[in-house]
């Protein structure tokens, strides 16, 4: 059974960067796609990225291109988060999820297996 453990979150100040982690254990990560989710109070969760199943191909939520970063290291059977230039809407619990979808994409529904999240804050 695949486990996910999220780890990284914490209080940033607008336009500081954050790296989060999502740590797989029970099977290995490359063989799914992993997707980052994140939900503010009182919204639903969103996709915000996903790196596909055994290819090195993502995919970004228009409201993070080219701010944030997914990436998967095998060797450590993880996959990280790089997020920069943080706003305060993107404030939020962040979630790593992991479907045997190849392409995986950026709905909730797609995923079966989620971590317990991390909270991600950026206040001044």
């Known amino acids: 059974q695949l486990r996910l453990v999220e780890s990284g979150g914490g209080l940033v100040q607008p336009g500081g960067s954050l790296r989060l982690s999502c740590a797989a254990s029970?099977?290995?990560?490359?063989?799914?796609?992993i997707g980052w989710f994140r939900q503010a109070p009182g919204k639903e969760r969103e996709g915000v990225s996903c790196i596909y199943r055994r290819v090195n191909y993502t995919n970004y939520a228009d409201s993070v291109k080219g701010r944030f970063a997914i990436w998967r290291d095998n060797s450590k059977n993880m996959v990280f988060l790089q997020m920069n230039s943080l706003k305060p809407e993107d404030t939020a619990v962040y979630y790593c999820a992991a479907t045997n979808v190849h392409l995986g994409g950026l709905e909730v529904t797609t995923y079966d297996y989620w971590g317990q999240g991390t909270q991600v804050t950026v206040s001044s």
């Open positions: 029970g099977a290995t990560v490359e063989n799914y796609a």
